[in-house]
T-cell receptor, first 112, second 115 residues
Framework: ETGVTQSPTHLIKTRGQQVTLRCSSQSGHNTVSWYQQALGQGPQFIFQYYREEENGRGNFPPRFSGLQFPNYSSELNVNALELDDSALYLC???????????FGDGTRLSIL | QKEVEQNSGPLSVPEGAIASLNCTYSDRGSQSFFWYRQYSGKSPELIMFIYSNGDKEDGRFTAQLNKASQYVSLLIRDSQPSDSATYLCAVLGQAGGTSYGKLTFGQGTILTVHP
């Protein structure tokens, strides 16, 4: 069974740029959630995708957007990057919205 | 009041002791509760989940849930140095009439098990 995979593992960008992060869900999982984890904090919910539709959103501005594809993989896009966007971005997949969520290894994004 | 609060750490216990990690939550309607372990520089790893009041045991780990007190705990018996990590309590919530599952995390408790 393949777990959740994320790419890239590390990324360095400058303010104002745009970034796309990718996630492949665990085999058999149709729900993908994205979280942002700042240093020393718990992860914060960004949004969730279920069957290619956004299925809920946390308190993040519209410059955070996403997609889910027919194979249930997902992308997180962030426009107009700000210094505070520096964080570990985590993707989690689950069998449905109420099942335990399993995390990928994350993408560490640094904004200079 | 924070939605999910964990006892402030760091927590230091000797090898072989019981480590007790605590968590309270504010949404009385919450139904599902999770404990994740996160090693430094790594992503969270699910170690326990509990849905019903009472205790749930898995190896050296026991999760305890008291919905009336809005309290969740994790006990780690026979603690090992390899248990040293940050432990995150998470509560699954839903918004309004939607069916999505949003995990709300506490800030984490750093556990150190010393030989």
């Amino acid at each position: 069974e393949t777990g959740v995979t994320q790419s890239p593992t590390h990324l360095i960008k400058t303010r104002g740029q745009q970034v796309t992060l990718r996630c492949s869900s665990q085999s058999g999982h149709n729900t993908v959630s994205w979280y942002q984890q700042a240093l020393g904090q718990g992860p914060q919910f960004i949004f969730q995708y279920y069957r290619e539709e956004e299925n809920g959103r946390g308190n993040f501005p519209p410059r955070f957007s996403g997609l889910q594809f027919p194979n249930y993989s997902s992308e997180l896009n962030v426009n107009a990057l700000e210094l505070d966007d520096s964080a570990l971005y985590l993707c989690a997949s689950s069998g449905d919205s109420n099942q335990p969520q399993h995390f990928g290894d994350g993408t560490r994004l640094s904004i200079l | 009041q924070k939605e999910v609060e964990q006892n402030s750490g760091p927590l230091s216990v000797p090898e072989g002791a019981i480590a007790s990690l605590n968590c309270t939550y504010s949404d009385r309607g919450s139904q599902s509760f999770f404990w994740y372990r996160q090693y430094s520089g790594k992503s969270p790893e699910l170690i326990m989940f509990i849905y019903s009041n009472g205790d749930k045991e898995d190896g050296r780990f026991t999760a305890q849930l008291n919905k009336a007190s809005q309290y969740v705990s994790l006990l780690i018996r026979d603690s090992q140095p390899s248990d040293s990590a940050t432990y995150l309590c998470a509560v699954l919530g839903q918004a309004g009439g939607t069916s999505y599952g949003k995990l709300t995390f506490g800030q984490g408790t750093i556990l150190t098990v010393h030989p």
